[in-house]
């Protein structure tokens, strides 16, 4: 197994204090978020006992978001939490719960991948004169400093010519669009 497939160890001492087993030195929750926001596994146990204290302190880390106004959870979410401890539910609620996030997990990243393979841009309406205009204009900035180009004068006549029938058609595309 890869060293970053297995979870990293952190190890609770009696003063309280998180020690990173890899890099040995004291990390913070925070410090222990980022590592899972980066896609890491955690461990963390008590150096004495040996007991495995991730839960724990996974959970005192979303207590910490969620009582700083980063609030993930929903009230009706965090009642029915509340509840499933209460109830007979609780046997089924950690499966669901793990299959909910498993299903988010993959919707999340095929829209990632769709989003990257697709640019969403280039089919909204007035693309391609925006793109002209913009081409236009980096042309006609860049004239005079670009070898061969021609003069700055002359090429902003012409380019302004341009930008200004490409911004009538982008205009009347959007008055189409509002419609």
Same mark, same amino acid.
């Given at each position: ?49 040996g007991d495995d204290l ?15 106004? #980063? =609030? $993930?959870?929903? %009230?009706?979410?965090? &009642? ?7 109830? +007979? @539910? ?12 498993e299903m988010f997990r ?6 990632? #991948? =769709? $989003?990257?393979? %697709?640019?969403?841009? &280039? ?7 925006? +793109? @002209? ?22 090429? #902003? ?23």
């Amino acid at each position: 197994m890869a060293e970053t497939e297995k979870p990293l160890l952190i190890k609770r001492y009696a003063s309280r204090r998180l020690y990173n087993t890899e890099t040995s030195d004291y990390v913070t929750l925070e410090d222990i978020a980022g590592f899972i926001r980066d896609g890491r596994e955690v461990q963390i146990v008590d150096l004495k006992s040996g007991d495995d204290l991730t839960r724990q302190y996974l959970l005192q880390i979303v207590a910490e978001h969620e009582s700083k106004g #980063e =609030s $993930v959870l929903p %009230i009706s979410v965090l &009642t029915d939490l509340v509840r499933s401890y209460t109830t +007979q @539910a609780t046997s089924v609620v950690p499966q669901f719960l793990a299959a909910s996030f498993e299903m988010f997990r993959d919707s999340q990243s095929k829209w990632v #991948e =769709s $989003v990257n393979t %697709i640019n969403p841009m &280039t089919k909204m309406p007035g693309f391609e004169a925006m +793109q @002209a205009q913009q081409e236009a204009f980096l042309k006609a900035m860049t004239a005079g400093m670009v070898p061969g180009a021609k003069p700055r004068a002359e090429a #902003e006549g012409e380019d302004l010519d341009s930008i200004k029938r490409q911004l009538a058609e982008l205009q009347e595309k959007l008055s189409k669009l509002d419609k």
